[in-house]
């Protein structure tokens, strides 16, 4: 009995792991707050490629249903963009955004959401099952596979580096004295110096500072000899600011899909089809099939969502020089009688996507 009684009164050891409920919370919690609002999404290189997503999924043609709408489209390519998921309620009225989510899973898929409505007096509260939901989302890890993350929170340095140097540059020119100099000028009364400071004192691109130059020499006072004005404007191009600042939005467009040659001056109209079927082919329509399968699971209809017809996102120029030949091709058969029985079969041997 005594021995029953000790076990009873000890304390139980409680120990936790790393990949425990606690530390999976943490991650989902950590990568829920750190992927949104970030500050690379202040710039204009940012909202640049979100436009792009927003314009490339406005245009897409979706069939299958009329819930998504162009505007709607339009709101989820922003959502996924800039925090890497977008969630909608599904109701008899079509899509509803959501502004924040709480989310229930169980073998890594959702189960249930509490939803976070915004409206006009004031946002509400809405508890729905996941069949209610239409929840796209992007770049999810294997930690925490229903929650997405934006392209700027996998490439946080380069979004960093892009935010400081802006920031810097708008600071430099907004308080440095740019286009300002010092100017001797000889010794007068104190008086007269004072009044000459407060005459320049706060004109930008103006002589800020008066100094005395008085100078003795063997033959006397010669004030202005070997004096000259003195720029304070900094000098940007020790600092490699051009070169920096073009890396980072070159690695920020990557990051969404867009060519570095899109954001080249000497672009051509060759170089700027290229990158637009490289974005719309490669990221957009890859994303646009997500949220088409998405939307079939939930809708119960089959949904299709093509960005690249609409975008134009197709060799045009190949498929007018391969139509030229297979005109030529027929016209040559013609004259050398061959049926056209045959010159269908050898077409279909060499086009590998039809049986």
Known sequence: MLGWLMNKLRPIEVRSSGGGYTAQVMAARDSFISGRRGVAELTATVQSCVSLWEGGFAMADVTGTDLLTRQTMAMIAR????????????????????TDWDVTTRDGRPRAYRLSIPEAGGGRTVTALAAEVLHL???????TPWIGTAPLRRSSLTGGMLHAVEAALAETFENAPLG???????DTGAEDMANMR???KGRRGSTLVIEGVAQATAAGM???????????????SKSMTDETLAAAREGIGMAYGVLPSFFNRAATGPVIREAQRQLAIWTLQPIAEMLADEA??????????DTIRPLQAFDAGGRARALSAIIKTLAEAKEAGIPPGDVSGAMRMVDWRQD
Do not use: M
């Not at 969630?87 to 009225?93: D, F, K, P, S």
């Not at 989302?137 to 930690?143: A, E, F, K, Q, V």
């Not at 300002?180 to 000889?186: A, C, D, G, K, R």
């Open 79 to 98: 959502g996924v963009a800039l925090n890497g998921e977008a969630v909608y309620l599904i109701t008899e009225l079509g899509l509803v955004p959501a």
């Open 137 to 143: 989302r992007i770049g999810s890890d294997n930690l």
């Open 180 to 186: 300002s100099q010092i100017v001797p000028l000889p």
């Open 198 to 200: 407060g005459a320049f």
């Open 222 to 236: 010669n004030p202005t000899i070997g004096q000259k004005p003195d720029q304070l404007s900094p000098d940007l």
């Open 296 to 305: 079939t699971a939930k809708l119960g209809a089959e949904v299709e969502i």
